[in-house]
């Protein structure tokens, strides 16, 4: 069994989110998201959830191609993530094109002989903050 493993806070669930985690879902035989708490998103992307950590969990999990979620605690250092991605052992870390994390992830990844992989391009016009802040 192929797990993929993705990550992020997809607090306001829009059609790029649903796009990347089916992509990501194709890629293997389990999807697993690993899901930032709401300190994430105070801290890294500068306002306030939307949703909280639960509820978001609660509409990811209503996905059909979704088997897993993992609920985050705040971290504060890249090794945080490290230690989860050994407990977990994915096959595969399922990217966006563009993602600005690849580098560490790839070299994550390789430690435990996963494979990152771009499964689609980053989609103009949907993002979060784009929708929330636009006219």
């Not at 990550?7 to 669930?13: K, M, P, S, T, V």
């Not at 890294?44 to 609920?71: C, G, M, Y």
């Amino acid at each position: 069994m192929k797990k993929v493993l993705v990550g992020g806070c997809f607090d306001l669930l829009h059609f790029g989110h649903f796009t990347f985690l089916k992509k990501a879902a194709a890629a293997g035989d389990k999807l697993i998201i690993a899901l930032e708490p709401d300190e994430f998103i105070k801290k890294k992307k500068k306002r306030k959830p939307i949703h909280n950590q639960q509820q978001r969990a609660e509409i990811l999990k209503s996905l059909r191609f979704v088997d897993e979620v993992i609920l985050l605690p705040f971290f504060k250092k890249d090794d945080d993530y490290f230690q989860l991605i050994e407990k977990i052992r994915p096959d595969i870390v399922a990217v966006t094109a563009g993602d600005p994390h690849i580098k560490n992830k790839i070299e994550q990844a390789k430690k435990i002989g996963a494979t990152v992989k771009v499964v689609t391009p980053l989609l103009k016009g949907y993002s979060t903050n784009e929708i929330i802040f636009s006219d």
